[in-house]
């Protein structure tokens, strides 16, 4: 990717705080209509980045670039191509949703009343309480509207799903999708869920106190995902038959009950157990550090 | 006038109407009182010639002339009291204030320069303290003649200016303390502080050696002297108060430009 069409290229950007820790080295793309991920734990510098990015704090050493320009001598013709959502959101209290958002529009040099209104009516967001009187989950879905209005060409958004109520969270992939789809817009979406980011985003990039652990293609990451399940029969099976399975790992029978775990798609595991009577089975979505651990495990092996 | 300059405004209407209702009642209620002051000028004459002369020189002493009354009564006291906690809080709100709470995080991702934000914000602030000194002035001027407080618009004017120009200082002060730390509570405080502190010294300076020579660097000292109700507009006062004003705002301007925000 040159340097002109990246939308953003960051290179050895590193922030150190006195104490407390910054992000160190970090080097990756973004490409123009691309979602890319930014995952990890709470706390691993995941909002420090998104800061460094709008130039709320400048970095100890490296460079981030966005449209190919300085966020800190271009700031004004970066943040007119940015729309941005932080992490803990805080928006005037004291007016309403409608008033803020007519003030964030007025700020960007004017933006549709129409745009607005679609955005609102989406998010089934009635703009015209008191955002002091707003449950977290709407002033949510101000902060989204504000985020989306102005058709940025990228979106910076730092956990923007917390507090939305999983309905709207639907609606919110939906809008990210269509965005980036339909408008071209490049996504950056800061997230500590591995599911929010496979389902939103192209890439991903996993962060780990303050450094950056990988940057994989999401189908890559989740190829090489272990899956528990736990499957009840009506009568007890034979282990044997699930472990020749392809990414089948960790077989474990007790009676009528059959524990696996799986790399990869779960296809023939599930045709395997259909072949005797399921009662019932739990899986769980593998967590961040699974996914991570896995990756590093099959990593290494090769 | 810039989109953030309109929401400033907008911000802030409500709080500048409630102040300049303050003031406008203030103003009127001196001028209510100095019919009975004038009634009793004997006996307070008598009663302040036997306090200490520090708490003279705090107040004066002229309660028989309208100039006099005003300086006691609204220019030395409640006047820059009033006016000064408006202004270091607006000063230490503006940016601290929107930092700590964290709007200035959004407000910061649209297209605006930091140090666009920081001129919007101290033009609001200054064109506020503008409408409550003119209230101040205006109800002294209008309200004053029905009780017999009669002064020229003038020395009004020139006294307002001078109040005007002292809490522009503090205020800006404070502005700058907050872009300095983003802290608002910070600000506030340290500069109240100093005010306090300049205020007393000021006050005391006639009458204590020691503090005598430390007067001129009291913001007070180069507001009511020489007196601008009876001598109007002294240009070496303006002078160093704007010059306080100037150079808290650029270094408020430097700090702000290139600090990180706060998380």
Redesign the interface.
């Known amino acids: 990717m040159s340097e002109r069409e990246a939308i953003i290229r960051v290179q050895h950007l590193t922030k150190r705080y006195g104490g407390s820790r910054g992000v160190e080295d970090l080097t990756f793309d973004v490409g123009p209509g691309e979602a890319f991920g930014f995952l990890g734990p709470n706390g691993a510098g995941k909002t420090t980045t998104i800061r460094l990015l709008l130039d709320f704090i400048r970095p100890t050493s490296g460079t981030a670039r966005l449209f190919g320009m300085d966020p800190r001598r271009e700031g004004v013709q970066v943040h007119r191509r940015v729309g941005y959502l932080p992490g803990e959101l805080a928006l005037y209290e004291r007016m309403t949703g409608e008033a803020y958002l007519r003030a964030f529009a007025d700020l960007r040099g004017g933006v549709g009343v129409a745009r607005i209104n679609e955005l609102a009516e989406r998010l089934d967001l009635d703009p015209s309480r008191k955002i002091h009187d707003l449950s977290h989950g709407n002033k949510q879905k101000i902060g989204l509207v504000q985020a989306f209005m102005h058709e940025p060409e990228l979106l910076i958004l730092d956990e923007p799903t917390q507090g939305l109520d999983p309905l709207v969270q639907q609606t919110f992939y939906g809008m990210v999708q269509d965005e980036q789809r339909e408008r071209g817009a490049a996504i950056f979406l800061s997230s500590h869920v591995m599911p929010e980011v496979e389902r939103v985003c192209d890439r991903v990039a996993i962060i780990r106190e303050g450094r950056l652990a990988t940057v994989a293609d999401i189908g890559e990451l989740k190829a090489k995902v272990l899956r528990r399940i736990e499957f009840h029969f009506s009568e007890p099976v034979l282990g044997s038959s699930f472990e020749h399975l392809p990414g089948v790992k960790d077989v474990s029978v007790h009676g009528d009950t059959v524990l696996l775990s799986v790399e990869g798609t779960v296809d023939g595991v599930i045709k395997e157990a259909a072949r005797h009577q399921v009662v019932s089975l739990e899986t769980r979505e593998p967590s961040l550090e699974e996914a991570f651990l896995a990756f590093y495990r099959t990593g290494a092996d090769r | 006038m810039s989109?953030?300059l309109?929401?400033t405004v907008?911000?802030q209407q409500r709080g500048v109407l409630a102040w300049a209702i303050g003031f406008a009642g203030v103003a009127a209620m001196y001028s209510a009182f100095y019919p009975s002051v004038l009634r009793s000028a004997g006996a307070l004459q008598r009663y302040l010639a036997n306090l200490p002369e520090a708490f003279r020189n705090l107040i004066g002493t002229d309660f028989t002339t309208p100039a006099g009354y005003l300086r006691t009564e609204t220019f030395s006291i409640l006047g820059p009291v009033l006016f000064l906690v408006f202004a270091i809080g607006a000063g230490s709100r503006a940016i601290a204030g929107e930092e700590e709470?964290?709007?200035l995080?959004?407000?910061?991702?649209?297209?605006?320069?930091r140090r666009d934000v920081l001129f919007d914000k101290w033009v609001a602030m200054a064109a506020a303290a503008m409408c409550l000194t003119a209230v101040l002035g205006l109800t002294i001027v209008v309200v004053g003649p029905v009780f017999k407080l009669r002064i020229a618009i003038a020395d009004v004017a020139s006294a307002c200016l001078m109040l005007y120009l002292l809490g522009m200082a503090f205020g800006t002060v404070a502005l700058a303390l907050g872009c300095f730390t983003g802290r608002r509570g910070l600000a506030n405080g340290v500069t109240g502080a100093a005010a306090t502190i300049t205020y007393v010294v000021n006050a005391l300076a006639p009458s204590v050696k020691v503090l005598s020579h430390l007067r001129p660097l009291s913001p007070f000292r180069w507001y009511l002297e020489p007196d601008p109700l009876v001598v109007g507009i002294t240009a070496a006062n303006v002078a160093v108060l704007t010059g306080i004003t100037i150079v808290a705002y650029v270094a408020a301007w430097v700090s702000f430009g290139?600090r990180?925000?706060r998380?």
């Open positions: 989109a953030l309109r929401k907008r911000d709470t964290r709007t995080d959004l407000l910061l991702s649209t297209p605006v320069r290139r990180d925000l998380a």
